[in-house]
């Protein structure tokens, strides 16, 4: 799957509160996990924290260090390279355009079931089909508490998957969620922008 569209995939199913109206939006549960990712043949596994709806990542792809942070609720994506120090932020268009602006409104979603994932009792819902963004079939398991443990479906892309491993519940640091000290970020080029889009990470669904 391209990389940006993983982002946004997880970003808004994977972390995701049932409420009444059946809508998942960012839980604002705290808690750390790893997280594991399995996309067109590739698995991608890291460091995951969440507080308040904000989601930080930490992982390696190709030998370098990267971490994703996704703030909803200000519609922005930050992506730091620990290894050069320095960050990327989208821009406002390239955010809108892959769903990191509207992540907060959630997405609706159909209740199906229960079961036990990871020790934990969840809900399984499954997540409406969405023609313009590729989603032809996803399903998604969420403890009582907000937290999604398990994910899983189909796009145009091919199949994906998620699982949360070593979840801890808890309040997690503000720093987390924001870039170190004196690291400025710069606008993502647009020619990256499109680099990222065309084929970072295949398999999962362009959300």
């Known amino acids: 799957m391209r990389f940006v569209h993983l982002l946004a995939v997880l970003a ?8 009444a109206a059946t809508t998942l939006t960012p839980p604002q549960t705290g808690y750390s996990a790893t997280r594991i990712v399995k996309a067109g043949g590739t698995e991608i596994s890291g460091k995951l924290y969440s507080e308040n709806g904000n989601e930080r990542w930490e992982m390696t792809m190709q030998g370098m260090r990267q971490v994703s942070i996704v703030k909803p609720e200000e519609g922005r994506l930050l992506m730091y390279m620990p290894d050069m120090n320095m960050a990327m932020e989208m821009d406002e268009a390239a955010a809108a355009k892959y769903g990191f602006d509207n992540i907060a409104a959630g997405v609706e979603a159909t209740e199906e079931g229960s079961d036990i994932v990871e020790g934990e009792a969840t809900t399984r819902y499954r997540i409406e089909p969405n023609e313009e963004n590729g989603i032809t079939d996803a399903l998604v398991w969420v403890t009582d508490d907000g937290i999604p443990v398990k994910a899983e479906g189909e796009s ?12 801890k519940r808890g309040d997690q640091e503000a720093s987390l969620f924001e870039l170190p000290a004196g690291v400025t970020p710069m606008k993502m080029p647009a020619g990256m922008q499109g680099m990222m889009s065309g084929g970072g990470f295949p398999g999962a669904p362009p959300f």
């Open 12 to 19: 808004c199913v994977f972390i995701a509160l049932p409420t």
């Open 156 to 167: 145009a892309n091919g199949s994906f998957s998620m699982i949360l491993k070593d979840l």
